[in-house]
T-cell receptor
Framework: DTEVTQTPKHLVMGMTNKKSLKCEQHMGHRAMYWYKQKAKKPPELMFVYSYEKLSINESVPSRFSPECPNSSLLNLHLHALQPEDSALYLC?????????????FGQGTRLTVV | GQSLEQPSEVTAVEGAIVQMNCTYQTSGFYGLSWYQQHDGGAPTFLSYNALDGLEETGRFSSFLSRSDSYGYLLLQELQMKDSASYFCAVPNAGNNRKLIWGLGTSLAVNP
């Protein structure tokens, strides 16, 4: 199994809503990542978890809250988002938390904030 | 700082060969990666070069010259399904846990 599974695929939420994005991998990877991607741009790193501990937070606003319940799962909790937060949110995993190792990406959650 | 430069768009025809270039500026170098992303899809890892030279995987090859801070991705026998964005990326010199991405090259393959 070389898949990273993300749910939901699409999400529309209001600015006062609370929602969560979910990500799962069963490859035994020890690093998991959240990225944000706008159209025609490269992915922007948001958070890195290594061995279930948060190792990088790229100065992401607190309305985005990551959680790693176990080595296979990664969540991104969303609260009080702004329309400019609309984007494709990608989860990825890699064997180790070194950027020169192959990262496996999920298909993403396309988020629209209204 | 670190930066990568890629041409924004490349157009080619089916069956042809295309080369997509990437030049980088970085104070420390840990290798050059390439990712492919179709519209609406997830980035997919293609290759990683840590040493100078050409690495081949089927129709795809990736080249690195560390002395020139330059690499390229070569696609042979182009197919319509190769139409996608191609990103080069290098590990952050100060923190090897994150990738610095180029802006990507959008490849259009025409019949």
């Amino acid at each position: 199994d070389t898949e990273v599974t993300q749910t939901p695929k699409h999400l529309v939420m209001g600015m006062t809503n609370k929602k969560s994005l979910k990500c799962e991998q069963h490859m035994g990877h020890r690093a998991m990542y959240w990225y944000k991607q706008k159209a025609k741009k490269p992915p922007e790193l948001m958070f890195v978890y290594s061995y279930e501990k948060l190792s990088i937070n790229e100065s992401v606003p607190s309305r985005f809250s990551p959680e790693c319940p176990n080595s296979s799962l990664l969540n991104l909790h969303l609260h009080a988002l702004q329309p400019e937060d609309s984007a494709l949110y990608l989860c990825a995993s890699s064997q180790e938390d070194r950027a020169n190792t192959e990262a496996f990406f999920g298909q993403g959650t396309r988020l629209t904030v209204v | 700082g670190q930066s990568l430069e890629q041409p924004s768009e490349v157009t080619a025809v089916e069956g042809a060969i295309v080369q997509m270039n990437c030049t980088y500026q970085t104070s420390g170098f840990y290798g050059l990666s390439w990712y492919q992303q179709h519209d609406g899809g997830a980035p997919t890892f293609l290759s990683y070069n840590a040493l100078d030279g050409l690495e081949e995987t089927g129709r795809f090859s990736s080249f690195l010259s560390r002395s020139d801070s330059y690499g390229y991705l070569l696609l042979q026998e182009l197919q319509m399904k190769d139409s996608a964005s191609y990103f080069c990326a290098v590990p952050n010199a100060g923190n090897n846990r994150k990738l610095i991405w180029g802006l990507g090259t959008s490849l259009a393959v025409n019949p």
